[in-house]
């Protein structure tokens, strides 16, 4: 008996499509195709053409032997990425098994169980999404791209095209490339824009190839000036730059030879190094160092920060077929392989996750209080920048951390860290703010009358309260008008050493009585006795003699006789 298709049911005569038993078409169950179709059968189901297409309407016959071997055998990485696309992701307030190990967890959510725990318990609220799973115009708005430049046009030109490709407002990237540079261009979109500057100073590692303008002795000689280069160097930029030519200091931390070729005098290298490192002028410096000479002949970026060559790098074309696909067929899994989520580039930092009732609070600027927090890393440090993270994993903001972990696991109130740059866009998440039991406490004081209508105390006010309440935006007022009064007071000094010095001048010398009061004196008169003053220090000092006549200092002079003679004063007549 024949399928739908031409092929006879209960047959594996197409073992390459066939499915657990049976051809990739689909059909009966019967014995010989059972016998004939085995792993490999299993296997054409996923692969061939027709497999994926009738899958669905065909009985699952070894289902529940598969997905036993999925849970007891290690999961491949296809499996935990559908994993992690499919299913919901966040920190509940409850303690349940997670159905993934948090090792596999997506982004800033990987290993969240060992953080360490302030508070289990928080309100969850259903806004916010987790980044894998924001709308795809959200998702746009919020990612980034890991782009391979192309060669011959500038970082501009192609973050300019990707603006109109995407047709979204705003786009920056990583760091200059020069034209003729090839490699890594991370290019932020909208809102993660605003991570640019981090990754922009963010290090850099990069492949290149060096011509020598002479042999040299042997391969050792030019691996161990490359070597050598390493550390701190001074570095002026190359003739043709779009910056100020002047000398500066880059760090090399890390650079060694891959290959040379003798007879073509060519070396590929390899450098890791600070952002703005030119590596034009290294090579430049690599030629003076082994005596005969050498230019930068190509260069290829590896690595911008924390995303290498190997971390989802797209090309030109593939951003703008998966824009195509996406209006023509309505299909967004291409923009979503070739846009990330902007959480990606944050992975490196260490985390402070909030509660949901304080993330709009730190939207609007709030300060990052130790209430609020629900988990925190280890290794904090002072003035180190964290992320700050909600419980589906998205990044509220980049902070300096103005406590260690030691201080916060010890402390139940104050200010962790405050805000560097916000990331998520405002009433994202409901506004929770005045609800505590302190705010609650301080509306029931305005009411009462015991505060004043600024929150602020009276003369009824309690005196217990004003010992036990601190008011964090007064003292930070407090601690930044301190800075400037302190800088001012540095600047006054001298302005004040020239005040009295000229207050002295004008004890010595008092006006004439006929004299108008300063406030008095119109611009020309200021002029006229400013002028005078100098034409009495020039007659004290006994240099040239002048007079002063119709309110004009006139000086008379005589020209020399003989050729380069100068002009030699004389009394006036």
């Given amino acids: 008996m024949r399928g739908p298709f031409g092929f006879r049911r209960g047959s594996s005569t197409r073992r390459g499509h066939g499915g657990r038993g049976r051809c990739g078409t689909g059909g009966g169950s019967g014995e010989a195709g059972r016998d004939l179709g085995g792993a ?22 070894a289902a529940p032997r598969r997905s036993a071997r999925r849970r007891s055998g290690p999961l491949l990485d296809q499996d935990v990425a559908d994993i992690q ?39 969850p609220l259903p806004s916010g999404a987790n980044p894998l799973k924001r709308e795809i115009s959200e998702y746009v708005r919020s990612g980034f791209i890991n782009l391979d430049k192309p060669s011959n046009p500038s970082s501009h030109e192609v973050v300019a095209w990707i603006r109109r ?11 200059t490339l020069d034209p003729k540079v090839t490699g890594c261009l991370i290019v932020c979109i909208e809102r993660a824009t605003r991570l640019v500057k981090s990754q922009q100073s963010a290090g850099k590692e990069y492949v290149g190839i060096v011509r020598l303008h002479n042999a040299i002795e042997s391969e050792a000689q030019l691996a161990r000036a490359i070597e050598t280069l390493t550390g701190a160097l001074f570095q002026r930029p190359p003739l043709i730059a779009a910056v100020k030519r002047q000398l500066r200091v880059r760090t090399i931390y890390e650079s060694k030879l891959v290959e040379y070729d003798p007879e073509r005098r060519l070396g590929i290298f390899w450098v890791s190094c600070e952002a703005g490192t030119y590596i034009r002028t290294l090579c430049v410096h690599l030629g003076l160092l082994l005596g005969v000479g050498g230019q930068m002949q190509e260069l290829r970026r590896v690595r911008s920060g924390i995303m290498g060559e190997k971390d989802n790098m797209v090309t030109m074309h593939d951003v703008l077929d998966a824009q195509w696909q996406y209006d023509n067929n ?31 609070a730190i939207c609007y600027g709030a300060k990052i209080m130790l209430p609020g927090v629900l988990r925190y890393e280890d290794g904090i440090e002072l003035n180190q920048e964290i992320v700050v993270i909600t419980t589906k994993g998205e990044a509220i903001c980049l ?89 001012s007071e540095v600047e006054r000094a001298p302005k004040r050493k020239r005040e009295s010095e000229s207050e002295s001048e004008e004890a ?26 100098k034409a009495k220090e020039a007659a004290e000092s006994g240099g040239e003699q002048v007079e002063v006549v119709c309110n004009w200092v006139l000086p008379w002079y005589r020209p020399g006789i003989g050729k380069g003679c100068c002009l030699s004063p004389i009394p006036p007549g």
């Fill in 85 to 123: 696309h499919t299913e919901e992701f966040l920190i509940k307030p409850e303690s349940r098994v997670a159905q993934l190990d948090t090792s596999q967890w997506p982004l800033l959510l990987k290993n969240f169980d060992k953080l360490n725990v302030m508070t289990a318990h928080y309100t």
């Fill in 399 to 487: 902070a300096i951390a103005l406590m260690t972990t030691a201080v916060i696991s010890t402390c139940d109130h104050g200010v962790v860290a405050k805000i560097k740059r916000v990331i998520m866009e405002r009433d994202t998440y409901p506004r929770k703010w005045g609800l505590g039991p302190k705010a609650s406490q301080k509306k029931m004081m305005i009411q009462k009358g015991l505060l004043d209508k600024h929150g602020k105390p009276n003369e009824s006010t309690p005196d217990s309260w004003k010992k036990e309440y601190v008011d964090y935006r007064e003292t930070s007022k407090k601690e930044a008008a301190a800075v400037p009064q302190a800088v």
């Fill in 40 to 61: 490999r059968g299993r296997v054409g189901a996923e692969r061939g053409p027709l497999g994926p297409a009738l899958s669905a309407s065909a009985p699952q016959v």
């Fill in 508 to 533: 010595v010398t008092p006006p004439s009585p006929a004299t108008p009061p300063p406030e008095e004196l119109s611009k020309k008169e200021k002029k006229k006795k400013k002028k005078e003053k």
């Fill in 165 to 175: 490709i995407l047709r979204v407002e705003k786009t920056g990237h990583s760091g």
């Fill in 330 to 360: 309505k299909d967004d899994s291409y923009l979503r392989r070739v846009i990330l989520p902007l959480e990606k580039l944050l992975t490196s930092h260490k985390r402070l996750v909030m509660k949901d009732s304080a993330v709009n």
